[in-house]
Protein backbone atom coordinates (compact mmCIF):
# COMPACT_ATOMS: atom_id res chain seq x y z
CA UNK A 1 0.00 0.00 0.00
CA UNK A 2 1.74 3.07 -1.18
CA UNK A 3 -1.04 5.64 -0.98
CA UNK A 4 -1.39 8.02 2.29
CA UNK A 5 -4.70 8.11 3.60
CA UNK A 6 -6.13 11.72 3.36
CA UNK A 7 -7.77 13.82 6.32
CA UNK A 8 -10.82 12.60 6.27
CA UNK A 9 -10.06 8.45 7.25
CA UNK A 10 -8.38 9.83 10.64
CA UNK A 11 -8.92 11.39 13.60
CA UNK A 12 -7.03 14.93 13.61
CA UNK A 13 -5.02 13.30 16.77
CA UNK A 14 -3.24 11.43 14.76
CA UNK A 15 -1.99 13.98 12.08
CA UNK A 16 1.46 13.95 13.62
CA UNK A 17 2.32 10.29 13.42
CA UNK A 18 1.09 10.06 9.92
CA UNK A 19 3.00 12.74 8.82
CA UNK A 20 6.57 11.34 10.37
CA UNK A 21 5.86 8.05 7.55
CA UNK A 22 7.91 8.52 4.69
CA UNK A 23 6.81 7.60 1.31
CA UNK A 24 6.81 4.28 0.16
CA UNK A 25 4.87 0.81 0.86
CA UNK A 26 3.54 0.94 4.61
CA UNK A 27 4.09 -2.69 4.53
CA UNK A 28 7.91 -2.56 3.47
CA UNK A 29 8.38 0.52 6.18
CA UNK A 30 6.88 -1.63 8.94
CA UNK A 31 9.30 -4.51 8.22
CA UNK A 32 12.38 -2.51 7.54
CA UNK A 33 11.21 -0.75 10.78
CA UNK A 34 10.41 -4.30 12.95
CA UNK A 35 14.15 -5.25 11.96
CA UNK A 36 16.13 -2.09 13.19
CA UNK A 37 13.87 -2.13 16.62
CA UNK A 38 14.16 -5.86 17.45
CA UNK A 39 17.87 -5.18 17.01
CA UNK A 40 18.08 -1.96 19.37
CA UNK A 41 16.13 -3.74 21.86
CA UNK A 42 17.98 -7.08 21.59
CA UNK A 43 21.40 -4.87 22.23
CA UNK A 44 20.39 -3.06 25.42
CA UNK A 45 21.55 -4.09 28.81
CA UNK A 46 19.06 -4.61 31.44
CA UNK A 47 20.06 -1.68 33.51
CA UNK A 48 19.96 0.69 29.58
CA UNK A 49 16.57 -0.61 29.27
CA UNK A 50 15.28 -0.35 32.83
CA UNK A 51 16.83 3.51 32.60
CA UNK A 52 14.50 6.40 33.14
CA UNK A 53 15.31 9.73 32.43
CA UNK A 54 12.95 10.60 35.49
CA UNK A 55 11.23 9.57 38.03
CA UNK A 56 7.45 9.78 36.48
CA UNK A 57 8.71 8.96 33.19
CA UNK A 58 8.25 5.51 31.39
CA UNK A 59 11.57 3.09 31.59
CA UNK A 60 13.23 1.84 28.24
CA UNK A 61 10.94 -1.37 28.54
CA UNK A 62 8.34 0.40 29.02
CA UNK A 63 8.65 2.70 26.29
CA UNK A 64 9.05 -0.63 23.72
CA UNK A 65 6.15 -2.37 25.99
CA UNK A 66 3.97 0.55 24.97
CA UNK A 67 4.36 0.20 21.62
CA UNK A 68 3.73 -3.84 21.71
CA UNK A 69 0.08 -2.51 23.53
CA UNK A 70 -0.45 0.02 21.24
CA UNK A 71 0.31 -2.12 17.75
CA UNK A 72 -2.33 -5.03 19.35
CA UNK A 73 -5.06 -2.68 20.04
CA UNK A 74 -4.13 -0.89 16.24
CA UNK A 75 -4.36 -3.85 14.44
CA UNK A 76 -6.97 -5.58 16.32
CA UNK A 77 -9.10 -2.07 15.08
CA UNK A 78 -7.66 -2.24 11.52
CA UNK A 79 -8.58 -6.38 10.78
CA UNK A 80 -12.35 -5.32 12.38
CA UNK A 81 -12.34 -2.30 10.04
CA UNK A 82 -10.94 -4.43 7.17
CA UNK A 83 -13.44 -7.03 7.63
CA UNK A 84 -16.40 -4.82 7.52
CA UNK A 85 -17.10 -4.59 11.11
CA UNK A 86 -19.14 -1.01 11.75
CA UNK A 87 -19.26 -1.38 15.83
CA UNK A 88 -18.19 1.71 17.21
CA UNK A 89 -14.82 0.63 18.39
CA UNK A 90 -13.23 2.23 21.63
CA UNK A 91 -10.50 4.07 22.69
CA UNK A 92 -8.12 2.86 25.29
CA UNK A 93 -6.28 4.93 27.98
CA UNK A 94 -2.37 4.13 27.57
CA UNK A 95 -1.72 5.62 31.42
CA UNK A 96 -4.07 2.80 32.57
CA UNK A 97 -2.49 -0.04 30.51
CA UNK A 98 1.16 1.52 31.85
CA UNK A 99 -0.25 1.69 35.66
CA UNK A 100 -1.12 -2.32 35.57
CA UNK A 101 2.20 -3.06 32.79
CA UNK A 102 4.53 -6.32 33.52
CA UNK A 103 7.23 -4.73 31.49
CA UNK A 104 9.81 -4.30 34.52
CA UNK A 105 9.33 -8.63 34.89
CA UNK A 106 10.52 -9.07 31.30
CA UNK A 107 13.70 -9.99 30.18
CA UNK A 108 15.47 -7.42 27.23
CA UNK A 109 15.11 -10.96 25.33
CA UNK A 110 11.78 -11.67 26.24
CA UNK A 111 10.93 -7.66 25.52
CA UNK A 112 12.24 -8.55 21.72
CA UNK A 113 10.47 -11.98 21.39
CA UNK A 114 7.09 -10.47 22.02
CA UNK A 115 7.45 -7.37 19.87
CA UNK A 116 9.09 -9.62 17.07
CA UNK A 117 5.84 -11.88 17.41
CA UNK A 118 3.17 -8.68 17.56
CA UNK A 119 4.83 -7.11 13.93
CA UNK A 120 4.94 -10.33 12.34
CA UNK A 121 1.04 -10.93 13.35
CA UNK A 122 0.25 -7.31 12.13
CA UNK A 123 2.45 -7.87 8.99
CA UNK A 124 0.52 -10.94 8.16
CA UNK A 125 -2.48 -8.95 8.38
CA UNK A 126 -1.49 -6.29 6.41
CA UNK A 127 -0.06 -8.61 3.76
CA UNK A 128 -2.88 -10.41 2.89
CA UNK A 129 -5.58 -7.37 2.69
CA UNK A 130 -7.41 -6.54 -0.70
CA UNK A 131 -7.68 -2.76 -2.03
CA UNK A 132 -11.29 -2.64 -1.01
CA UNK A 133 -10.01 -3.65 2.13
CA UNK A 134 -7.64 -1.02 2.74
CA UNK A 135 -9.87 1.35 1.59
CA UNK A 136 -12.78 0.45 4.11
CA UNK A 137 -13.84 2.87 7.16
CA UNK A 138 -14.87 2.61 10.53
CA UNK A 139 -15.29 4.17 13.60
CA UNK A 140 -13.00 4.67 16.31
CA UNK A 141 -13.34 6.34 19.39
CA UNK A 142 -15.82 8.05 17.55
CA UNK A 143 -13.89 9.15 15.05
CA UNK A 144 -13.43 8.12 11.19
CA UNK A 145 -10.37 5.17 10.33
CA UNK A 146 -9.69 3.85 7.43
CA UNK A 147 -7.64 0.44 7.30
CA UNK A 148 -4.88 2.35 5.58
CA UNK A 149 -4.86 5.15 8.20
CA UNK A 150 -4.48 2.75 11.29
CA UNK A 151 -1.41 0.63 9.22
CA UNK A 152 0.29 4.81 8.94
CA UNK A 153 -0.84 5.13 12.62
CA UNK A 154 1.21 2.43 13.57
CA UNK A 155 4.32 3.29 11.59
CA UNK A 156 4.42 6.98 12.39
CA UNK A 157 3.43 6.33 16.36
CA UNK A 158 6.23 4.19 16.58
CA UNK A 159 8.80 6.43 14.72
CA UNK A 160 7.46 9.33 17.28
CA UNK A 161 8.41 7.04 20.33
CA UNK A 162 11.82 5.65 18.55
CA UNK A 163 12.56 9.86 18.41
CA UNK A 164 12.08 9.97 22.18
CA UNK A 165 14.16 6.76 22.51
CA UNK A 166 16.95 8.67 21.00
CA UNK A 167 16.46 12.07 21.96
CA UNK A 168 15.66 11.39 25.65
CA UNK A 169 17.17 8.11 26.13
CA UNK A 170 20.11 7.86 24.54
CA UNK A 171 19.31 4.59 22.45
CA UNK A 172 20.26 3.84 19.48
CA UNK A 173 17.08 3.19 17.56
Not at 53 to 73: A, C, Q
Not at 107 to 119: G, I, P, Q
Request: hydrophobic share 35%.
Amino acid sequence: MNERPNKEEYAAFYEGYIHLVPEGNVIELLQKQAERVELSMRSLSEEKANFRYSDEKWSVKEVFGHLIDNERIMSGRLLRIARGDKTSLPGYDQDTFMQNNPFKTYTVVDLAEEYAAVRHSTLLLLRRLSPEDWMRTGLVNEYTASTRSIAYVITGHELHHLAILRDRYNVQT
